[in-house]
């Protein structure tokens, strides 16, 4: 069956539609509109044709272009007169019933070999399917707002999508620009499903009090390099959308600790603080704007001897460098003296149990976290027992060069260990479900959702043993199964010297 696609109809001309409707025109298709609303259709085509007069006064294209590009954009005021396109996208509202019965209507008014796209971000593409006569003519095909910008589309059979479709559905995608990401029918399908770990673990981390938003987000944008703190994410999207997404992921797969939601952001919906939409979300805004309190200031501390555990020897050079450059004291002995600063390097494992394993005296030992290096923030954890002294001193010497530093509470892993681990646990079950092949789901990832590195090359990135101690320790020290090793990640880890997270085999 050939899918020769020059004509493409949208249902739902909202914000999403409205993207689909704009880069199908620019890749040269008509484009027929149709909106249950009156009016809504023109309102599309005239802010398309704004942001095209706009691309006129940036020089990105001429006059004549626009001209062209618009006179591509059709009003379709029936269904019905959408009956001469081969392919039909929907982008109505999200509910299964109300995107079946949009379709078993299409599939009266349309030709045999139209193919149905729906731009749903969460719902089965089966079970939409299902209600049609030839569900082998339905297929996934979710874009990401805006769509202009966002260059990436899954591309998402269901169980009985004809293989044709898929590759004219993907083809479509590769038309408009966009890298095409085919996944499985799944929750969350593949960008969706791989953001879980952000900020459900963020909220785990808040809820603990381990340390507050604002360090949280510092932490993850210096030290994680990801362009936005999941704090500031979570505003931007909106707590009434993401909430509710992360509810129906966790349960649509019955409940997987690795998904579960916070009650924190069902609070916080609850008192209407949605974030940036409402004026105050984890964030209080004035002018549309963040209101961030300044970074803490670093105590004036005389110096104190200063003895670094020897069990990571890459992790001792580089805080020995910081410390002689600092002009203290390093001692260099197997055991500290009475009077010394302790530093500790442990990886998922928190202040308390590091000090007492290594048999230290916990009042004046401090963590600090090297996943990341010492570049662009570092962070120290105390235990209960530590001493004021002790951790003034710790931020004092660390702050010396300039460098800012955040101090957290004991937490199995600290704030970045904690979340890079679960990003990649998570990714490493996406490959092991096969829901994506590896190169998809981190590239897939990376336009998605802006990682500095997709989850798998996260992992090789940081490296896969490290992410599995991490996990093991944590899991190990909550009991909490939200941590469990995915068996993709544990062997790969096992056999580290031989592949890499995103080897295949």
């Not at 029936?78 to 379709?103: M, N, P, S, T």
């Not at 798998?456 to 940081?462: E, K």
Request: include cysteine; glycine fraction near 8%; aromatic fraction near 6%.
């Amino acid at each position: 069956m050939s899918h020769t696609i020059t004509t493409v109809g949208i249902v739902g001309t909202g914000a999403m539609g409205r993207g689909i409707a704009q880069i199908a025109a620019e890749a040269g298709l008509r484009v027929k509109l149709h909106d249950s609303r009156g009016g809504a259709a023109d309102e599309a085509k005239a802010f398309i044709d704004k942001l095209w007069a706009r691309g006129v006064e940036k020089q990105r294209f001429n006059q004549d272009r626009a001209y062209e590009m618009s006179a591509l954009l059709l009003e379709a005021t029936a269904l019905e007169d959408l009956a001469d396109c081969e392919l039909v996208i929907e982008a109505i509202v999200e509910r299964v019933d109300a995107k079946q019965g949009l379709f078993k209507q299409l599939e009266g008014v349309l030709d045999e070999k139209a193919i149905f796209a729906t731009n749903t971000s969460s719902l089965s593409v089966t079970e939409i399917a299902a209600a049609c006569e030839h569900p082998e003519r339905v297929i996934g095909f979710h874009f990401f707002n805006p769509v202009p910008l966002m260059k990436i589309v899954e591309v998402i059979p269901g169980l009985k999508t004809a293989v044709e479709v898929v590759e004219a559905t993907e083809a479509l995608g590769q038309r408009f620009g966009h890298f095409t990401a085919r996944a499985t029918d799944t929750p969350g399908f593949l960008v969706n499903h791989a953001g879980r770990a952000y900020g459900t673990e963020a909220l785990r981390i808040l809820s603990e009090g381990v340390a507050d938003h604002v360090t949280i987000d510092r932490l993850l944008k210096d030290q994680g390099g990801f362009r936005m703190g999941p704090f500031t994410l979570l505003d931007l999207t909106g707590l009434d959308v993401s909430h509710a997404v992360m509810e129906s992921i966790y349960h649509q797969y019955y409940q997987e600790p690795r998904f579960r939601p916070s009650a924190l952001t069902g609070q916080r919906l609850a008192a209407g603080l949605l974030g940036r939409k409402s004026g105050e979300g984890f964030y209080r805004y004035a002018d549309g704007q963040a209101v961030v309190p300044g970074e803490p200031s670093a105590p004036a501390c005389e110096p104190l001897p200063v003895w670094i555990s020897a069990e990571d020897a890459e992790a001792h050079r580089a805080l020995a460098k910081v410390i002689e450059a600092a002009g203290w004291t390093l001692e260099r002995g197997d055991t500290p003296s009475d009077s010394a600063l302790c530093l500790l390097t442990p990886y998922g494992e928190d202040t308390t149990d590091s000090a007492l394993r290594q048999q230290l005296d916990p009042a004046r030992c401090v963590a600090i976290d090297m996943l990341a290096g010492l570049d662009k923030r570092r962070c120290l954890m105390t235990s209960p027992a530590t001493r004021a002294d002790m951790r003034d001193a710790a931020h004092s010497l660390l702050a010396k060069d300039g460098t800012p530093v955040s101090v957290i509470h004991d937490s199995a892993g600290f704030v970045l260990q904690r979340v890079v681990a679960c990003i990649v646990n998570v990714g490493a079950d996406i490959a092991q479900q096969r829901v994506a092949e590896p190169d998809i789901i981190d590239r897939a990832v990376e336009l998605g959702l802006g990682y500095p590195h997709g989850p798998l090359a996260m992992g090789d990135h940081y490296g896969a043993r490290r992410i599995l101690t991490i996990l093991e320790n944590l899991q190990a020290a909550s009991g909490d199964p939200r941590y469990r090793p995915s068996p993709w990640l544990r062997r790969r880890a096992r056999l580290d010297m031989l592949l890499t997270i995103t080897s295949v085999q």
